[in-house]
């Protein structure tokens, strides 16, 4: 029997794709919508499709995972972008690895399937990201790894508090301060249904890599407070 397993899948103006995304969901996983603000009536077709439907009005990548890890009632939960571009049916190999306590925060690794479903701007942007976690965190990471699994508790206990962009790197630099053990699994990325908000724009590229930069400054102030030193 598949353990339960809650999905969150932050939202905004989705409607295209969710259809196809949540009739791919595997037994026992439960998808939680949160919708941040569609226009499209992405919240409608989402309940039509049986999943919770959470709304949160702040604006936000962050704001809307963290509504969603609330609302979640599972043991395990599940971070996937609601785009089309991650198939949930990888979500199991993932879960699995933290089930099996072979890692606490396990991410999806991107494998762009074709290459151009990853932008050249957007994978330069994310490599130099993943570098920078690297020396901040001496996590072995590749890449920011928008399909997530944790343990629903150890998510909260991180105590993010970014609600934009730089969400996903706080979530890893925090976990790597606490001691969690962050594996990555390489999954298959896919073009997503639709115009990206973020990858699909050099200007929401550049939004997201501001953000996640002042979430690095942040971390090293942070170590630089209580006398650590970051990893080089």
Same mark, same amino acid.
Request: glycine share 8%; charged share 25%.
């Given at each position: 029997?598949?353990?339960?397993? #809650?999905?969150?899948? !932050? ?23 949160? +919708? ?7 919240? +409608?077709?989402?309940?039509? &499709? @049986? ?14 995972? &963290? ?13 996937? #972008?609601?785009? @089309?571009?991650?198939? !949930?049916? #990888?979500? !199991?190999?993932?879960?699995? =690895? ?22 050249? &701007? ?14 901040? =965190? @001496?996590?072995?990471?590749? +890449?920011?790894? !928008? *399909? ?22 706080? *979530?890893?630099? %925090? ?27 050099? %200007? @929401? ?6 953000? *996640? ?5 942040? &971390? ?13």
């Amino acid at each position: 029997m598949s353990a339960t397993v #809650d999905v969150v899948l !932050p939202c905004l103006d989705e409607a295209a794709a969710l259809p196809r995304v949540l009739a791919a969901m595997p037994e026992g996983y439960r998808a939680i919508v949160v +919708d941040n603000g569609s226009t499209d009536g992405s919240a +409608d077709v989402a309940r039509a &499709h @049986g999943a919770l439907v959470v709304l949160e009005a702040r604006r936000g990548f962050g704001a809307a995972v &963290h509504a969603g890890v609330l609302a979640a009632e599972a043991d395990l939960v599940a971070i996937l #972008d609601a785009d @089309g571009s991650l198939d !949930p049916a #990888d979500l !199991p190999r993932l879960a699995a =690895s933290v089930l099996a306590g072979e890692a606490d925060l396990v991410l999806g690794r991107r494998r762009p399937e074709p290459r151009s479903a990853w932008p050249l &701007h957007a994978r330069i942007a994310n490599r130099a990201l993943a570098g920078a976690i690297r020396r901040a =965190s @001496g996590i072995a990471l590749h +890449d920011l790894g !928008p *399909m997530r699994v944790a343990r629903r508790a150890d998510l909260l206990a991180l105590d993010l508090r970014d609600r934009r962009s730089g969400y996903p790197l706080e *979530m890893l630099l %925090r976990a790597a301060s606490a001691g969690l053990r962050v594996r990555e699994l390489e999954v298959p990325y896919r073009p997503r249904i639709g115009r990206s908000k973020v990858t699909g724009t050099i %200007r @929401g590229t550049l939004t997201a890599v501001s953000d *996640m930069r002042r979430i690095l400054k942040e &971390h090293r102030t942070d170590l630089a407070n209580r006398g650590a030193a970051p990893n080089r």
